[in-house]
């Protein structure tokens, strides 16, 4: 008896995290927009899809929110005709975040400077009010976004105030039981979600690879270069992304979203 109980103990004890992952609020990570100043602005259009792409990997291996994949998030924006490389604004955030049946949606911006200096600013817009919280600025003269994108993460996660919210119960993992139709239309979310829609979250990494990952010194040119290799597998370009991919890897073999990304193309997916 007291040897079952154990077994059972031990088992509940395991599933635990699990549990509390699957109860998290869903968030929706979007573009970043560009907002660099100075004559060479428009040559960092396109970032913010590589400062999207991290920042979802970052945060969907912790246990405080659920992330939705980049790609559904994008197969959305092209459905309902909405920005995915110009400016993202509250609205545009928000619709996507009901879309998918999210709590919050997350997006900010990535400024360069003239000198070099970096400044990445992320916050969070409630789904449900519309208000603006958890905001973060991360400012640094050192040519390493992965450095920027790990320090705003770590801070973002740790000060980020979010729980659950009526229109979450509308994103499901694909294959969980139930769909997105059948949450009640009486929340917010619930009256712009399509009724075909079933959220695909985000891969997670285990903390052994979150941190070789963040070890990768990324300069902003290369971090440019995977952002428009992902860019190129949205549009269905993928010997351009292979090729893109490969430039990045060639520069930094630890890098590995985009050794990822190289066989994901040659698949053809």
């Known amino acids: 008896m007291n040897r079952t109980f154990k077994v059972f103990a031990t088992l509940a004890l395991m599933a635990a995290p699990l549990a509390a992952q699957s109860n998290a609020p869903v968030v929706t990570v979007l573009p970043f927009n560009n907002s660099s100043v100075g004559a060479g602005a428009k040559d960092w259009d396109g970032m913010g899809t590589g400062i999207m792409d991290l920042l979802i990997t970052d945060l969907a291996s912790g246990s405080k929110v659920r992330v939705v994949d980049r790609e559904r998030v994008n197969k959305l924006l092209d459905e309902q005709n909405l920005t995915k490389s110009g400016a993202v604004d509250a609205n545009t955030a928000i619709r996507v975040g009901k879309l998918m049946g999210a709590c919050y949606s997350i997006y900010g911006s990535y400024m360069r400077l003239p000198n070099g200096q970096q400044t990445l600013t992320i916050h969070t817009t409630s789904n449900e009010t519309g208000q ?17 994108i790990a320090e705003a993460t770590a801070k973002f996660t740790t000060a980020m105030n979010v729980s659950a919210c009526p229109g979450n119960a509308g994103a499901r993992r694909t294959g969980d039981a139930g769909s997105a139709q059948q949450q009640s239309s009486t929340t917010p979310a619930a009256s712009a979600q399509p009724a075909s829609n079933t959220v695909q979250y985000a891969k997670t990494l285990s903390q052994a690879e979150v941190k070789k990952l963040e070890s990768v010194k990324l300069d902003s040119r290369t971090m440019l270069i995977y952002s428009r290799a992902l860019d190129a597998k949205d549009r269905k370009e993928n010997a351009k992304a292979k090729q893109l991919a490969e430039q990045v890897v060639a520069k930094y073999p630890a890098f590995s979203p985009a050794s990822e990304l190289i066989k994901t193309v040659s698949a053809g997916n």
């Open 132 to 148: 603006i919280q958890n905001a973060q600025k991360i400012e640094s003269k050192d040519d390493d976004v992965m450095k920027m």
